[in-house]
C-alpha cells in the first residue's frame, strides 16, 4: 500500500522549523511521504545557513517569495510566507492531494506585523472552515482540551456560558466517542458549591445536558482543578477539559513538554502541530529537537486511521 501522503507548512523561517523538518526528514519519510510547502530559493537558503544537504526525496509545494533569513527576528515577511505555506498546505487536503496537514510553528506576533487578523492556525482553520475547532494538546499519557485559548485571563469566566460549553463537549465527543473525560473546574476547589464561584453550576448543567445527549456519563466534573493531574487521577483519565489556556497547558508541559502534540478537533481535515514554539534563540544552532514533530506526524497518522475507520463504520450501518 502507498504511504499516506502529509502536508507540512513550514512555519517561520527565522525559526527553528526549517531545521527540524531537514532534520526528521529521513524518520517521517519511512511512516508517510511528506510534501513541504516551501520554494526551492527559500529551502535552499535555509539549508545553506544549516550547513545541510536537501536530500533528493524532498518533495516540495512551491509557494511564492523570496526574502533574507533573518534567525530570531520577527519580521513581518517572514511571518507572510508562514501564512502562505499554511494555506497551501490546507489547500493539498482540499484538493485531496494530501490526507492531513503538520504545522511547524508560526510566531504569532510576526503574523501581526504581516496584518493577518488570526491569532494562530487554529483560529484562521475555524473561519476558514467556519467550524468550531477545538485545540487540544498531549499525547499518549496525557491530552488537554481547552475551552479557551488565546484570551485574557480577565475574561475566561464570562466566556463559561451553558451553551457554548455543551456544544464543545458534543463536539470533542464525536471526535473522541468513548474515552471518558475529565472537565476541571474553574475556581479554585472547583467552587466549594458556590462559596468561591458560580461558574461550576454552569460548567455542571453543561455536563450533564451533554452527557444526556451523548446517552452514556463521558463528561465527568466539574473536578477540582489542583487535584485534576495528580497521579492518581490521571490513572482513571487521558483526556482533560481545561476552562484556559494555562490551566490546562503548565501541567502538561510540565510532565511531557518534549513529547507534546497539538491536535486540532472538529474539522474536514486532519491538522496536528508541534507544541512547541519558533524557539527563536536557538534558530539555525543546530539544536532544535524533533520529537513532538514526529509525534504530531505519527497523530495525524493515527488521526487518518481513525478517520477511515468510522467512516468504513457508518457505510457498513
Known sequence: MSKPIIAVSIGDLNGVGIEIALKAHEVISKICHPIYCINRTMLQKASA????TVPDDFELCEV??????????????????????FMAAVHLCEEKKAQAVVTIPI??????????????????LRQHFNKEAIMMLGCQKMYVALFTEHIPLKD?????????????FLDMHNSIPEAPIAVLGLNPHAGDNGVLGQEELIITKAIKSANKKIGFEQFVGPIVPDVAFAPYCRNNYNYFVAMYHDQGLAPLKALYFDESVNISLNLPIVRTSVDHGTAFDIAYKGEAKTLSYVNAVQSALDLIDNKTHRQGYKKEI
Open 49 to 52: 545557513r544549516l550547513h545541510v
Open 64 to 85: 511564492e517569495g523570496e526574502f533574507d533569513i533573518q534567525p530570531g527576528k520577527v519580521d513581518a515577511v517572514s511571518g507572510l510566507y508562514a501564512y502562505e505555506s
Open 107 to 124: 510566531h504569532k506576533e510576526a503574523w501581526m506585523k504581516a496584518g493577518l487578523e488570526f491569532k494562530g492556525h487554529t483560529d484562521l
Open 156 to 168: 475566561v469566566a464570562k466566556n463559561i456560558k451553558y451553551k457554548k460549553l455543551k456544544q464543545f
